[in-house]
């Protein structure tokens, strides 16, 4: 009894580490404990990896904005094809804090992150519900607004708000991106 409790357990421990592995996101160390405990979305793979619409970028220059070379780098290497989830608990803990930014993905100086935009309640507060980011939409925007061509001195920072939609028949939410220095 004891061999089989043990046997479901390593089992369980490498079921673990193998979904770990294959759902987490693109990071500069998505193996590491520290990369797995800070990711605060949920990595489903899916082939729906497209759920948000038009940006409108609004650019930053200068030594506190990520090289443009890493976020090709991070888009080159898109999860893909799939969504990240961030659920309304997590808007919650984030609520209190000044900016609620969600990582999705980081390579090298680059990150892409996500947050709910005020915009979702009337009384400025974040409309605590999950909503959903494809993996489609992170390419897409790094490699449409933060590449080489927007940069200037080989550095580029970029943000807008979106519509994403979220559940089939769910109403869209606005959500934040940005994507930013390390």
Known sequence: MLFLRTLALTGLTALTTLTTT??????????TPAAL???????????????????NPQYTYGSNTPLAADCKSLYEANAGP??????????????????RWTRLAAQGSCAFEVRLSRENDGEGKAGLVEYRFGTND??????????????????????????CRREKGEAQVRVDWRVVKT
């Open 22 to 31: 294959t759902l987490a996101a693109p990071t500069t160390t998505p193996n």
């Open 37 to 55: 405990i800070s990711k605060r979305a949920h990595y489903q793979p899916s082939t729906d990896d497209d759920y948000c619409g038009e940006a």
């Open 82 to 99: 799939g969504y990240w989830s961030v659920s309304a608990a997590e808007t919650r803990s984030l609520d209190s804090s000044a900016d």
């Open 138 to 163: 992170v390419a897409f925007y790094i490699k449409s607004h933060a590449g080489s061509g927007a940069a200037r001195d080989g550095r580029v920072g970029v943000s807008s708000g979106v519509w």
